[in-house]
């Protein structure tokens, strides 16, 4: 899914092609993708954009009048622009977006149908749409430290929380934590202020870092390869392979359709965390730390 650095940088892209430009033509291919009846998606037909905005992980689209248009990409949703009358060769066509400068594309790889599309009358109407998480590069050290313990969560569930943090997804809330050299199963309640500190600096280090490398990658180009798995990161679908830090093995804990990456030295004092299916399958077999892991690798 993409998350604040990635959308950060699909607002630069789009503010220099549709800002203060007429949508000409909007085409829906999906009866799915919609998910408001009114206002009508074709009343923004023929107004100019006016306003571009990042709520949580969605992108607002502002237009004359007070219409905005809600787009919540999800996982598999991304965006593909092309100049002119020329249209993106893209597949798995959602919607189309047709401008003066030229045609913005809606993708969705895969066969789940997840992302959305809304509009909303006005302002108010848009407030609904945020989550209200706390925007994390805006906020100071006392208001970050004041929403991380308002509820007693694991670090990485508070951290994905878009009701607590904005923008924040399962890939930066790794690398934030492997940064911040913290256990993502630490709970926020039993913090230290110091831990509190570190972790602060480490959201503001990684999101502002990687927004930059983004930026830099895409020039003055419209983002084409928006992805969660990157080679550069630390240790974000990096199981298996060396933590760029210490050299250990990054492991990782499955839940449902995400998961969790980290270093068992730089973040869990080399205890391994136990993921719930496969910990419970071996029960005593499960290696407790990363000196047994190996230990049982080397002799299988």
Not at 185 to 206: G, I
Request: with cysteine; aromatic share 6%.
């Amino acid at each position: 899914m993409p998350e604040l650095p990635d959308l950060q940088v699909y607002l630069g892209a789009l503010e220099k092609r549709v800002l203060g430009r007429r949508l000409e033509r909007l085409r829906v291919h999906h009866v799915f993708l919609l998910r408001t009846a009114v206002p009508p998606v074709d009343d923004v037909v023929g107004r100019r954009v006016t306003g571009l905005r990042r709520l949580g992980k969605r992108l607002c689209f502002g237009f004359e009048h007070g219409r905005w248009l809600v787009l919540h990409l999800m996982v598999a949703g991304r965006l593909q622009w092309a100049d002119g009358a020329a249209k993106p060769a893209a597949r798995n066509v959602l919607a189309e977006f047709g401008f003066e400068t030229g045609t913005l594309v809606l993708t969705e790889a895969g066969t789940k149908r997840r992302a959305a599309l809304h509009v909303a009358a006005d302002e108010a109407a848009l407030a609904t749409h945020d989550p209200g998480g706390l925007e994390p590069l805006a906020a100071t050290a006392e208001e970050f430290a004041a929403q991380l313990r308002r509820r007693n969560h694991t670090l990485k569930r508070a951290l994905t929380d878009p009701t607590l943090f904005s923008g924040i997804g399962n890939a930066y809330s790794d690398e934030i934590l492997h940064a911040a050299r913290l256990s993502p199963v630490t709970l926020t309640q039993k913090l230290a202020d110091a831990d509190v500190a570190r972790l602060f600096a480490a959201v503001q280090a990684t999101l502002t870092a990687w927004t930059t490398r983004l930026r830099r990658e895409t020039g003055d180009g419209f983002p084409a390869k928006v992805t969660a798995f990157r080679p550069e990161m630390a240790v974000h679908g990096k199981f298996g392979q060396p933590c760029p830090e210490c050299g250990t093995a990054v492991q990782r804990i499955v839940y449902a359709e995400n998961e969790v990456n980290y270093c068992p030295r730089c973040q869990t004092g080399g205890r391994l965390l136990a993921d719930r299916s496969l910990s419970r399958l071996l029960k005593s077999d499960w290696p407790r730390t990363i000196e047994e892991a190996e230990t049982r690798r080397g002799n299988s």
